[in-house]
């Protein structure tokens, strides 16, 4: 098996990747051959040339994956010094950046997007390279705003949402106009919470991990209430990088604490539903948040509702020509009618679990391409 990985080598998420290669080929007695190109040297790479030189030259048949860029500040520095050159503008030096900064958004979409399109021109020139990804839709599924119109426009349950920046007049105006009883604002190129403020209905006070430290604003691990001028602030700062304010949905409970579900769809089929449970509106595990009993969780569910939910997420994922997303669900607390809040190209990683037949998702992305190789 011969593999190209573009990803953090220091990762976790890289390191357990190639962990499981090296197992299922020990198991079969085949040998491993695997490329990884390290996110820097892609941000380093003006053209498909500077790739080559990289990389190198394959011969033989080598699929593609393609890892999350993740928070490495390293990383970071240097996709904003991509988005910098892409844009023309003139390169800042970026000093050492702390881990939990939230970057100009704009900028570092910008330079994710070169780098995707040169790592593209350079897949294909290079016949021997196996590329299941469509560069564009994974640019897609990076925003979220452009995500939830094609889901959408596909007649799929998304919540109402709009997008919004900081010419947007009467923000608040438009939130109590829409009559919600909670708004989430989003950045709208960001993730893992990054970023987030849940409003309540009049927008006076928010919930949110953002903080702002000497003139900069950071993600952190603490959820905490917020008001008046802080809040004040946090918006304007989000506006300013351009967000999706999507309308809340009130999550289902189990045991008095909100749920909802991440679902991994892989080339098409629902391969794992992992539930996560948390005090917080925000469900995320790094805050707070924890995994789900699923017979537990499960049982708040109707069964129609469940099956539903499942079938709009391969519906989803069949919208976007990439070989594995994950799908966070939630399903309404009066209702039990499920909600597709975003989707993610990356969405695959979460170590120490595994299905009900022992394997774990990588496990099972590797033995479906397998096959292609």
């Not at 790479?45 to 080598?62: F, H, K, N, R, S």
């Not at 970057?103 to 979409?109: H, N, R, S, V």
């Not at 449970?277 to 537990?296: C, D, I, Y």
């Not at 909600?339 to 969405?347: R, T």
Request: aromatic share 8%.
């Amino acid at each position: 098996m011969r593999y190209l990985i573009v990803g953090d080598p220091g990762s976790l998420r890289c390191q357990f990747f190639v962990r499981e290669l090296q197992e299922f080929q020990a198991a079969k007695n085949g040998t491993l051959n695997v490329c990884v190109l390290d996110w820097r040297q892609l941000c380093r790479a003006e053209t498909p040339a500077d790739l080559l030189a990289e990389a190198g030259t394959l011969a033989a048949p080598t699929l593609l994956r393609i890892e999350s860029p993740a928070r490495d500040p390293e990383v970071i520095r240097r996709l904003l010094q991509r988005g910098q050159r892409a844009a023309g503008q003139t390169v800042a030096e970026w000093p050492e950046l702390v881990d939990g900064w939230i970057a100009p958004q704009p900028l570092l979409f910008s330079g994710l997007r070169a780098c995707l399109l040169t790592l593209d021109q350079f897949t294909r020139q290079q016949s021997a390279i196996i590329n299941r990804y469509n560069v564009e839709d994974v640019l897609t599924l990076f925003d979220k705003n452009r995500t939830a119109d094609r889901l959408r426009d596909h007649d799929l349950p998304v919540p109402d949402s709009f997008a919004a920046d900081d010419r947007t007049p009467d923000l608040r105006e438009k939130i109590q106009a829409a009559g919600w009883e909670a708004a989430y604002l989003k950045l709208a190129t960001g993730s893992c919470a990054s970023g987030i403020v849940r409003l309540n209905a009049d927008a006076r006070t928010g919930i949110t991990t953002t903080q702002q430290l000497q003139g900069q604003f950071y993600n952190s691990y603490r959820v905490r209430t917020i008001e008046g001028g802080p809040l004040e602030e946090v918006l304007a700062f989000l506006l300013a990088q351009t967000v999706t304010v999507q309308k809340g949905v009130m999550k289902a409970t189990v045991g008095g604490h909100n749920f909802d579900v991440r679902v991994v769809v892989l080339h098409g089929k629902v391969v794992a539903t992992i539930f996560r449970v948390s005090r917080h509106p925000m469900t995320n595990l790094h805050l707070g948040g924890r995994r789900g009993e699923a017979r537990q969780c499960r049982a708040q569910i109707p069964q129609r509702h469940w099956l539903d939910a499942m079938g709009h997420c391969e519906q989803a994922a069949t919208l976007f020509d990439v070989p594995c997303v994950g799908i966070d669900v939630a399903f309404d607390r009066y209702t039990g009618c499920p909600w597709i809040l975003e989707m993610n190209a990356f969405g695959d990683f979460f170590p120490r679990w595994v299905s009900d037949r022992g394997k774990t998702i990588h496990r099972m992305e590797i033995e479906h391409t397998a096959g292609l190789l």
